[in-house]
Every structure is written in C-alpha cells, then in structure tokens.
Nanobody
Framework: QVQLVESGGGLVQAGGSLRLSCAAS????????TGWFRQAPGKEREFVAA???????VYADSVKGRFTISRDNDKNTVFLQMNSLKPEDTAVYYC?????????????????WGQGTQVTVSS
C-alpha cells in the first residue's frame, strides 16, 4: 500500500512559479511511475505529466516547456516545477502512482491517488 500526500499549492500571479511535491510512503515507491493530474472546476480531470521509474517523462501539450517533473527516490518524493503559470492552470492538482512502472497518461493505469492540492493563478 502506498499513501501519497501533495503539498506546495497556493495562489500565484500569472507568470509566476510554484513547485508541487508528492511525498510517498512505501519501500517500493522507487519502482513505481508517478503522474500529476489536475481538475479545474466544472471540467474533467486531465493528465499533466508523468515520470517512470527509470526517469522517462511525458507531458501534456498544454504544459510542455513550462512544467518539469522530477523525482528523488531517496526522499520518496516526486516534484512538479511549474513556471510561467497561466490562469488556465488553475485547478486541484493530484499525484498518482502506478505499480506498472511506465510513464503513462492513462488515469486507469494508476493505483494510488493523493488528496490533491489547490493551485490558483490570478490574472
């Protein structure tokens, strides 16, 4: 069993930056892939970025060049560095982990989910 706890959300002006953290329990976390997803009010939850256990990454087109996902296995933590934030990035951000190990956009592939952290970008 893996428990995920997100942190780092908050209110930021457009053009600003935030770094989200996803801290995980569990000794085998380093072999899992981890993804970030987000859900804006009235919208479906959507994929943002993912990182595999061998540090391959994949990004949604809407965040490429602005967001960077990384992991620190010693700390059992995955990060999402978000730069050049836009009002349309406003959402609750969730991290999720998959025992399958590969970075994937598919929500159904993820076995464990955090509770989410709110990111609000003002114009």
């Amino acid at each position: 069993q893996v428990q995920l706890v997100e942190s780092g959300g908050g209110l930021v002006q457009a053009g600003g930056s935030l770094r989200l953290s996803c801290a995980a329990s569990g000794r085998t976390f380093s072999t899992y892939s981890t993804g970030w997803f987000r859900q804006a009010p009235g919208k479906e939850r959507e994929f943002v970025a993912a990182i595999s256990w061998i540090v391959a990454t994949v990004y949604a087109d809407s965040v490429k060049g602005r967001f960077t996902i990384s992991r620190d296995n010693d700390k059992n933590t995955v990060f999402l560095q978000m730069n050049s934030l836009k009002p349309e990035d406003t959402a609750v951000y969730y991290c999720a982990s998959s025992t399958r190990g590969g970075a994937t956009m598919a929500q159904a592939a993820y076995d464990y989910w955090g509770q989410g952290t709110q990111v609000t970008v003002s114009s």
